[in-house]
């Protein structure tokens, strides 16, 4: 049996849909959304706990002792040696946890010594940086800061590079508690080439966003 010209078409916008459709399911519109972030937070409030990561800078203090203080980087291998105190691991710690641990050290060598720590330049552990990746202008690992949003993360990274696929963007959360992953759509492009508002969403610590190319 012959197909007529009304059949013919008829497959045709058939298979057209399905391709449309198949398309459509990649461009991530069916991720979870996250729930919008004003431009400017309506009130501040504290981040995270600090953690000291690599190549930190540290202001060690050890009060009544100034030739046991020191400012010093914490090293690659995520050390730190200060005098009398060598090769103690600062990464991964608080300023608090660190101070802690320097004052059962130097404890073998004065009596209750009283240390502080104070981190004058950050970097972060990775589980405390926003990583933003792909058609950006320069991807970076950016440190996080309290109350970072979207739009912050995009202009510390120079925004959109010209074939980026703003709105097919996507953000990558590990969840601590549970131990999953979990990817979110994002609209960089709506945000930064429309003032959408609805666009710019809260970040976390650890968060990347991989914003991909454009086919077209």
């Known amino acids: 049996m012959r197909s007529g010209p009304f059949s013919r078409s008829v497959i045709g916008l058939a298979l057209a849909a399905t391709m449309l459709s198949a398309c459509t399911a990649g461009t991530g519109g069916d991720r979870p959304t996250l729930p919008p972030a004003s431009y400017v937070a309506n009130k501040e409030t504290p981040g995270e706990e600090y953690v000291i990561?690599?190549?930190d800078?540290?202001?060690?203090?050890?009060w009544r002792n100034p030739e046991l203080s020191s400012k010093v980087q914490v090293r690659p291998d995520g050390r730190i040696t200060t005098p009398l105190v060598?090769?103690?691991?600062?990464?991964?710690?608080?300023?608090?946890?660190?101070?802690?641990?320097?004052?059962?050290?130097?404890?073998?060598?004065i009596t209750n010594p009283n240390?502080?720590?104070?981190?004058?330049?950050?970097?972060g552990t990775y589980s405390q940086q926003v990583r933003i990746v792909g058609a950006t202008e320069k991807p970076a690992s950016i440190p996080y800061r309290a109350?970072?949003?979207?739009?912050?993360?995009?202009i510390a990274v120079g925004g959109l590079s010209q074939y980026a696929a703003g709105n097919k963007a996507r953000l990558v959360r590990y969840d601590r508690a549970t131990g999953k992953q979990t990817e979110y759509g994002l609209q960089i492009g709506n945000l930064l080439k429309k003032g959408d508002s609805s666009a710019n969403v809260r970040l976390e610590p650890g968060d990347v966003i991989i914003i991909p190319e454009s086919m077209f």
């Open 53 to 55: 990561g690599p190549l």
């Open 86 to 109: 060598a090769d103690m691991p600062a990464v991964g710690k608080t300023p608090a946890m660190l101070a802690d641990d320097m004052k059962t050290a130097l404890s073998q060598y």
């Open 115 to 123: 240390v502080s720590v104070i981190v004058e330049n950050f970097s």
């Open 57 to 62: 800078q540290l202001n060690i203090f050890v």
């Open 147 to 154: 109350n970072m949003t979207l739009l912050d993360a995009m």
